[in-house]
């Protein structure tokens, strides 16, 4: 499948684009098939199991593998036919990030920077800075944890002033300090109007980091939007916790807008149907009165949180039924 462009490149909305990519290993297909859209300016997590063609889909939109079929572009560029171009405004980790053990963080910027821009060394401090290792930027790198290596590659992508940072794994060795601080980077990057392409297997820190997200399984994109949308794509659940359980379980399991209801020790859990006349915080306010004029004391009323990763195993166990 062909692009159709109208703007010129690098002037587009999307930071990376893909249609109907196709990557095989002799027989085996890595990637089937991908139709991928990462809009600027947004954290876009790429989720899905080990194995499941997270890596792979990766290196085959740098250009590092090459692809059986379908189309590439970032920043608008055509891969390969305009890699020098587009690369040039990219800055990528892919699998673990190797460095010179013998050297020192900063000489490991400093032999990459040399092989760039003349301005790029002059991004090196800023960079140690940025990533947390300006205290620990003339330590050798055979001395850094696996934690402070992934730091020190994030680093190194920044000296090409990236408008697209793809990240694979790179919460990998970070204790969770130093996940909430890669969290709070990310963002910043995102707020200066970068993309950041965060491929992980943690999908509850995609969650907390990314507005956006594609779910990989078996080399297929089985989803792909918004992560509000897609972790909220099941109907809404409502907790209710109350002084009189039997009484309110009689009243809500009559009520026309749920669908179904449970009971817990603790608590009574409400699904709300997603018909086009139910509005769910019109039926939460509805059941609140109707409970409360039957005498039921209220102690809280709770709207169950639906992880990223139950969707995902959501989506992936209907993939194996069907499959």
């Known amino acids: 499948m062909e692009f159709n462009r109208d703007s010129e490149p690098g002037d587009v909305e999307a930071a990376i684009e893909t249609r109907g990519l196709t990557k095989r290993f002799g027989d085996r297909v890595a990637v089937n098939n991908v139709d ?38 970032l920043l608008g560029y055509s891969m390969p036919e305009q890699h020098n171009l587009a690369l040039a405004r990219v800055g990528a980790i892919v699998e673990e990030p190797l460095f010179h053990l013998h050297l020192t963080g900063r000489e490991n910027l400093q032999v990459v920077a040399a092989a760039r821009e003349p301005h790029a060394h002059a991004r090196i401090a800023p960079a140690l800075a940025r990533v947390g290792l300006a205290d620990r930027a003339d330590e050798r790198v055979r001395a850094y944890s696996m934690g402070m290596r992934q730091r020190l590659g994030v680093a190194r992508c920044l000296l090409a002033d990236p408008l697209l940072l793809i990240l694979d794994e790179p919460m990998n060795g970070l204790d969770p300090a130093g996940i909430e601080e890669f969290r709070e980077m990310i963002n910043g990057f995102v707020g200066e109007g970068r993309t950041v392409f965060l491929s992980s297997h943690l999908l509850d820190e995609v969650q907390k ?97 639906v992880s990223l990763e139950e969707r995902f195993l959501e989506i992936t166990s209907r993939l194996e039924v069907t499959g």
């Open 36 to 73: 991928l859209t990462v809009p600027r300016a947004s954290a876009f997590g790429f989720v899905g199991p080990n194995g499941a063609g997270k890596t792979t889909l990766v290196r085959t939109i740098l250009g590092l593998t090459r692809r059986a079929s379908g189309n590439v572009r």
């Open 209 to 305: 980091t990314c507005d956006r997200v594609a779910i990989i399984d078996q080399g297929n994109i089985l989803m792909q939007g918004l992560v509000e949308d897609i972790a909220g794509g099941r109907r809404p659940t409502v907790r209710f916790r109350c002084d009189s359980p039997d009484v309110a379980e009689d009243l809500l399991g009559a009520h026309p807008a749920v669908e179904q209801i449970q009971r817990t020790d603790s608590a009574i859990i409400v699904t709300i149907r997603t018909e086009p006349s139910t509005d769910t915080d019109t039926a939460v306010a509805d059941l609140n009165r109707l409970l409360v004029e039957a005498g039921v004391s209220i102690f809280a009323i709770e709207a169950e949180r």
